[in-house]
Structures are given as structure tokens and as C-alpha cells.
């Protein structure tokens, strides 16, 4: 006879488990540990103790699935590059150090010109000569016209040549026509030249077919700031065409009081430098091949 509240299962012999155990303390009671079949009494209440674990193994088992779908949901937001070796890869397998501006944070920034954008990487410098001439350097190259600096625009080099040197006034873009912007920190002259001897920026414009129909921004602020900018965007078949036009004003850097030397004026501070800026862009796509 068995014991009183007690249930029969006929299995094979593994070792005792902790869960196993009767209300006593103590192992089940076992016939041999020979691999053949045994008959083991399971207590009631050691039954129902383990029946209270299965919430708890099956709460595991969702909270690991749910992880696994979150991690498979991150590694999908990884952005991808082209400026470290003109082949698409991700930034994480990107052989150089490189940074990613994106459309949400260049929004978010609140920066109305784009050399500003560069205050956000890490080892750019950015300041204003005047009112409408920008420096923008890495690691400290302290001159008006710094050299060896590739800005690219679609892949497009936007380096003069005459002051070997970036006017940022003539890129011919606004920052509501910026998709990203990828910077690479440091030498990349393998991939475009010797103009990429110090780090190399390549802005990437948004696409005429991702953006169709007309669009009108207008800005106005401190020192008499007024941009404007207005952009008709349209796919006719396989060709895609955005046209710019843009305005920008405002009066730039404050003439400085005078500085007193032996009582007598001595060199005053720069004069009034305003900015007044006209751009007009046209751009076209034809796509051989349909999307």
C-alpha cells in the first residue's frame, strides 16, 4: 500500500533535487540507482510547492523572449556610413572614428547655420572671422582659411580651390535640406585625397522624391535676423528635381567700444559686418531603373 495522500509516477532514477523533497526534509524513497525503472512517492504538498513554481518559470520565459525582440529592435537603428570607405557598412565596423549628425538632431539643436552644427563634434572648433565668414577647424588649427579640412555635399567636393579652403557661405544648402551629416575624425586621404589629411564632412541632402511639393521656412531672431527660404520638390516618371531658393540677413557682430590708450583713441574694435546672403539651388535626379 502506499502512504496516505500520496501519488505514484514510475520514472527513471535521476539524482534527488532539492524540489523533490518530502515535507520532512528528506529525499524520496528509492529503490536502486541502477538506470532501471523505480517507483518514487512524491508527497502532496512537495507536489503542490512545485506546481507554485511554473508561474515563475513561465514569467522567465516571456521576460527572455521580450529581451531578445528589444535587442533585435536596437541592433536594426545602427546607422550606416559611406564616408570612411565609400562602401555602405555599419558605423560600428567603421575603420576610423566617426561621428553622425542626424535630421532629429540637427532639428533639435536649434543652430540656424550649418557650420554650427559642428560645435556638437567632438574636437571641432568653430568660430566667426566676421559676421559672415566661418572658421571651422579640428584640433586647433588656429588660421582664417584652414586647409586640408574635405567637405563633401552628395559626395561632391566643395573645397575651393583658390584659398584652399571652405567657403561655407557658397555650399548652396540650407539645414532643412540636410538627411545627415557624417563626419570622419581624423586622416582619411586614401579615400579623398590629400584635402582629407585633417578629417573629412560629408553632408548628405534629402531626396527630391522624399519630400514632393512646396515648402516655405521662415526665421527671424536677434541682430535683426530674417531667413527664408522656399523649396518646390516633384517626380515626373523617372525624374526627380528640387528647386531652392533662399534669403538670409542680419547684422552680424557688434562694432566693440573704443579702447582708451594714454587718454587717446587706440584702434577700435572691428567695424559693423552684416550679412546679407542670396542662394538659388536647383537639383535633379533621373532614375534609369524603377524603384
Known amino acids: 500500500m502506499s502512504p496516505p495522500y500520496s501519488e505514484r509516477w514510475e520514472k527513471t532514477i535521476v539524482p534527488p533535487l532539492p524540489w523533490l523533497q518530502n515535507n520532512r526534509g528528506s529525499a524520496p524513497n528509492t529503490r536502486n540507482h541502477q538506470g532501471k525503472t523505480d517507483i518514487i512517492h512524491f508527497n502532496r504538498t512537495s507536489w503542490h510547492r512545485w506546481l507554485a513554481t511554473l508561474p515563475?518559470?513561465?514569467?522567465?520565459?516571456?521576460?527572455h523572449s521580450t529581451e531578445i525582440a528589444d535587442e533585435d529592435e536596437f541592433l536594426?537603428?545602427?546607422?550606416?556610413?559611406?564616408s570612411a570607405t565609400r562602401l555602405p557598412q555599419s558605423v560600428l565596423h567603421s575603420p576610423v572614428s566617426t561621428t553622425i549628425l542626424d535630421r532629429e538632431m540637427i532639428q533639435s539643436s536649434g543652430f540656424t547655420s550649418i557650420p554650427d552644427l559642428f560645435r556638437l563634434i567632438p574636437g571641432f572648433q568653430v568660430a566667426?572671422?566676421?559676421?559672415?565668414?566661418?572658421?571651422?577647424?579640428?584640433?586647433?588649427q588656429e588660421i582664417t582659411f584652414p586647409t586640408n579640412l574635405e567637405v563633401l555635399v552628395d559626395g561632391r567636393?566643395?573645397?575651393?580651390?583658390?584659398?584652399a579652403s571652405v567657403n561655407w557661405n557658397a555650399i548652396g544648402i540650407e539645414l532643412e535640406e540636410i538627411e545627415k551629416i557624417e563626419v570622419i575624425r581624423g586622416p582619411n586621404a586614401p579615400v579623398f585625397g590629400a584635402n582629407a589629411l585633417v578629417a573629412t564632412i560629408n553632408i548628405s541632402t534629402r531626396q527630391p522624391y522624399e519630400e514632393t511639393g512646396t515648402w516655405i521656412h521662415a526665421t527671424t531672431g536677434s541682430l535683426d535676423t530674417r531667413n527664408?527660404?522656399?523649396?518646390?520638390a516633384n517626380t515626373l516618371g523617372k525624374l526627380d528635381y528640387r528647386i531652392s531658393l533662399g534669403y538670409r540677413h542680419d547684422t552680424g557682430i557688434d562694432q566693440k567700444p573704443f579702447t582708451q590708450f594714454n587718454g587717446k583713441t587706440f584702434e577700435p574694435g572691428p567695424d559693423f559686418d552684416s550679412t546679407t546672403l542670396g542662394r538659388f539651388s536647383l537639383r535633379a535626379n533621373y532614375q534609369a531603373t524603377p524603384r
Open 56 to 63: 515563475g518559470l513561465l514569467f522567465v520565459s516571456v521576460v
Open 228 to 232: 527664408l527660404l522656399l523649396r518646390h
Open 157 to 163: 567636393s566643395v573645397y575651393g580651390n583658390i584659398l
Open 128 to 140: 566667426q572671422a566676421t559676421g559672415g565668414h566661418y572658421v571651422v577647424t579640428y584640433h586647433g
Open 76 to 82: 536594426a537603428d545602427i546607422p550606416m556610413v559611406m
